[in-house]
């Protein structure tokens, strides 16, 4: 395909403070990555609002990245959104920028959109998660721009046109496959991974596990991740009496996950909400059966197990326990495929 671009901004919420950091947004991550080798005379240019937490510019394998330190403070908005467009005017007057895509909607386009109408640049929007739920105040003003939209499930593009009355083209995330490692023995049950919130319904999980433990005295599950709700997930397995069974993990570089993926038979996913889940992808290519409800991508499979409620999640954790272990990988979305759709958008 032959590019009619030369430099492309994103603009996020966050990103990654290093190439260490593989805990930041990872699709996101990745995507950039593998963009910037499949586009190498394309000069790719991130501005990132909130984290990290300062205001030097770095290289992050090979792309220039902005921080400005925005930190999550209401009362820095303005300014800090002020500063984002200072800073696209001057890096647009060096290089003129081809195209801006900004991550979720919100404060990033927001200004986005102002920034590419003032200069005739075309603008791409990827929602990313809750930005398609109500109450959104960024979300409506979108019905009179000629912005594109992304979405990345079925579910995803369903909300965002239900509550918003807004179109968009579903471009799911895709796996990088080098980074997994073998399959390992066996010596996780259940694997639960995610933020430590509300919307990921851990209460749920350690409800259905701890009625599980019932039938498999000697159950082995972990949880990783960390969040708000950690000290009352702490409390609740310590009350219940399921510290041998049930062991919080904490957080864990993206390496450490897949590894322990590698060495589980079975992620529990019990989230209330996804936009896509890309854990579901990590989990079905560690070759693990997935148990979760109709959220994100969600697809019923003979690997991946959607439920409607409580017990249904108990009675198929209870059928796949009994199930030989699996060795097999499944791939459903490949990022050369998520290149090539968003390549064809900026080239269009």
């Known amino acids: 395909m032959t590019n009619s671009i030369t430099h ?10 290093s190439e260490k950091d593989s805990t930041t947004i ?11 080798d499949s586009l190498p005379g394309v000069q790719l240019t991130v501005i990132s609002f909130q984290f990290p937490f300062n205001h030097e510019k770095y290289i992050w394998n090979g792309i220039s990245i902005f921080p400005l330190n925005g930190r999550n403070k209401k009362y820095k908005k303005i300014f800090i959104w002020q500063k984002a467009k200072t800073l696209l005017k ?14 979720w909607l919100g404060e ?7 920034f590419a109408k003032r200069n005739g640049i075309k603008h791409l929007i990827t929602a990313m998660g809750q930005d398609v739920l109500k109450p959104n105040r960024y979300a409506k003003p979108l019905l009179k721009s000629d912005s594109k939209i992304i979405t990345l499930s079925n579910n995803h593009r369903n909300d965002l046109k ?13 796996l990088a496959t080098n980074e997994f490692p073998e399959r390992q023995k066996i010596t ?35 949880i990783i991740g960390e969040g708000e709700k950690y000290y009352t997930l702490r409390k ?12 919080l993990i904490g957080k864990l570089p993206r390496e450490q996950v897949l ?58 954790l209870l059928k796949t326990m009994s199930l030989a272990e699996n060795t097999e990988r499944e791939l459903i979305y490949r990022i050369e495929e998520t290149i090539f759709k968003y390549t064809e958008i900026y080239n269009a």
């Open 108 to 114: 990033c386009s927001f200004i986005g959109e102002k």
């Open 236 to 247: 609740v397995i310590e009350t219940e009496g399921l510290e041998k069974n049930i062991t």
């Open 162 to 174: 239900q509550n918003f009355d807004l179109n968009s083209h579903i471009i799911p995330w895709g």
């Open 8 to 17: 492309i901004v994103f603009l996020t919420p966050g990103f990654a403070e």
């Open 259 to 316: 590894l322990k993926m590698a060495k589980a038979k079975i992620l529990l996913h019990t989230s209330e909400y996804e936009s896509f889940g890309y854990v579901f992808l990590e989990a079905l290519y560690s070759g693990m059966h997935i148990i979760s409800f109709d959220v994100g991508s969600a697809q019923n499979s003979s690997r991946w197990h959607v439920c409607e409620n409580n017990k249904e999640l108990f009675d198929m």
């Open 188 to 222: 996780i049950d259940i694997l639960g991974v995610g933020s430590l919130n509300a919307v990921k319904n851990y209460a749920v999980f350690i409800e259905v596990i701890s009625a599980l433990i019932d039938v498999f005295p000697k159950l082995k599950v972990e």
């Open 90 to 103: 001057s890096i647009h007057q060096k290089t003129p920028i081809d195209y801006v895509h900004s991550f």
């Open 26 to 36: 990872p699709a996101l991550q990745i995507y950039l990555k593998s963009l910037s």
